[in-house]
């Protein structure tokens, strides 16, 4: 991480002792919530992303992750703790490579088997029930953080149950997100949330009350948008 961007954020979370979304300037300390607000927002306002981007230019090739999370803070129908979530994840983004090979070989393989035991799992439910089941066994705590990770994952998944994660969820019964796989978007978040924290965390980005949630939000959005992309070739 660079050193002042490390220094700022380490300064101002020591200020905040909740994940809410703070006031009169200071950072955000991003949680689950985050997560689901920022990717919510994202498939809400997708109609009008998608003619946005920064020089007021209609995107016309495929957007990467920090395109598409810059188009999204040119709407005004987003709000603005959304977009300060988007903010500092724009700011951590690239640092997300460097924290994933913090972790150990041993824990992606334990990382890989724990998601192969939702591969088939459509719900959040059943999904939950799983990682539950993975934590209470107490087979992965000689793995750093992997614990943890788990119940931010749990976290990340009741966050984002009756929105993102719901094939019910409004937005998705419009054009162009009819055929949207939920459940793939669900895997997606949950790997990518539950490697970014073990990373983060091993990589030490921020006091050990927050890496957590820091390291599983940057790398769950990540994920998602990505995802999004993938899954609406051409639309953007």
């Known amino acids: 991480m660079k050193k002042g961007l490390a220094v700022m954020i380490l ?8 994940s809410c979304l703070p006031t009169n300037g200071d950072i955000i300390v991003l949680g689950a919530s985050d997560h689901a607000n920022v990717v919510g927002d994202v498939v809400s306002n997708g109609d009008r992303i998608q003619v946005t981007s920064l020089t007021g ?10 395109e598409l999370l810059n188009a999204a803070l040119e709407v005004e129908e987003i709000d603005s703790d959304t977009k300060d979530s988007i903010n500092i994840i724009l700011d951590l983004l690239p640092e997300v490579e460097d924290w ?41 705590d000689d ?30 019964q419009a054009t162009p997100f009819l055929s949207f796989n939920t459940s793939q978007l669900m895997k997606e978040d949950l790997e990518g949330g539950i490697a970014g924290a073990v ?3 091993l990589a030490d980005v921020a ?14 959005v990540e994920s998602s948008i990505a995802d999004i992309i993938s899954q609406l070739p051409g639309y953007w």
């Open 11 to 18: 300064v101002a979370l020591a200020l905040v002792t909740s």
């Open 57 to 66: 230019i209609t995107i016309l090739t495929t957007p990467t992750v920090e």
């Open 100 to 140: 994933l090979a913090e972790i150990p070989d041993e824990t992606w393989q334990a990382i890989d088997e724990i998601m192969g035991n939702v591969t088939e799992l459509e719900t959040v439910t059943d999904t939950i029930d799983v990682l539950q089941e993975a934590i209470e066994s107490d087979k992965y």
């Open 143 to 172: 793995y750093d953080y992997l614990p943890e990770a788990l119940e931010f994952g749990i976290d990340l998944l009741q966050a984002g149950r009756y929105t993102i994660y719901n094939p019910a969820w409004s937005p998705y």
């Open 199 to 201: 990373g983060g965390a």
């Open 207 to 220: 006091p050990a009350q927050y890496v957590i949630g820091i390291g599983g939000v940057v790398a769950a």
